[in-house]
């Protein structure tokens, strides 16, 4: 079964306006931890932004925040003032307590308009 | 400087001739894990290894072969490449133990087998 749902193949975005990417996970276990990563076109694999499944607070990095809604199982990227470059591929991933590996999902295409 | 190291960034070969692609971190990391990446498809895992002579099949390990004979390094061994396996390949590695460990990503290695 699919562990990390993101349902968004593609999505545009206006330069300067906020965008959210959606991520779904799947699991029983009580201690996990959810990562966002970028690929621009370059290729390289680019660490954004980290939630533990404990965390009270909702994570934040610069323009990037994540929305974390435990009891729904999302973990949605939330990237304010779009620039240009943050046309890229995005991945979310968890890893489990339980079994320690890293799963990813399958990642949404965004491009920022001018 | 912490980084994983992958060589060769590009590859072109021919099918059924013997491949290594190396991977290498300076990080002492327990976890190291390989994922091809193809259009659509997202990143799929091909081997990880949570040690030194541990390692576990990924979603997609079929034509693969892996090692993990030292803690630092991770080589990916395709021992008759077939033109399926025309892919962006990445490696990397994280510290085993907390969900909050972030894996860090090679710069990856373009494959085209002919």
């Known amino acids: 079964a699919q562990k990390i749902t993101q349902t968004q193949p593609g999505m545009f975005v206006q330069e300067k306006e906020a965008v959210t990417l959606d991520c779904t996970y799947d699991t029983s276990d009580p201690s996990y931890g959810l990562f966002w990563y970028k690929q621009p076109s370059s290729g390289e694999m680019i660490f954004l932004i980290y939630q533990g499944s404990y965390d009270q607070q909702n994570a934040t990095e610069g323009r990037y925040s994540l929305n974390f809604q435990k009891a729904r199982k999302s973990a949605n990227l939330v990237i304010s003032a779009s620039q240009l470059g943050d046309s890229a591929m995005y991945f979310c991933?968890?890893?489990?307590?339980?079994?320690?590996?890293?799963?990813f999902g399958p990642g949404t295409r965004l491009s920022v308009l001018p | 400087e912490a980084q994983v190291t992958q060589n060769p960034r590009y590859l072109i070969t021919v099918t059924g001739k013997k491949l290594t692609v190396t991977c290498s971190q300076n990080m002492n990391h327990e976890y190291m894990s390989w994922y091809r990446q193809d259009p659509g498809l997202g990143l799929r895992q091909i081997y990880y290894?949570?040690?030194?002579?541990?390692?576990d099949k990924g979603d997609v390990p079929e034509g693969y072969k892996v090692s993990r004979k030292e803690k630092r390094n991770f080589p990916l061994i395709l021992e008759s490449p077939s033109p399926n396996q025309t892919s962006l390949y990445f490696c990397a590695s994280s510290a085993k133990q907390g969900v909050n460990e972030k894996l860090f990503f090679g710069s990856g290695t373009q494959l085209s087998v002919l």
């Open positions: 991933a968890m890893r489990e307590r339980n079994g320690q590996n890293f799963v």
């Open positions: 290894s949570m040690n030194v002579e541990v390692t």
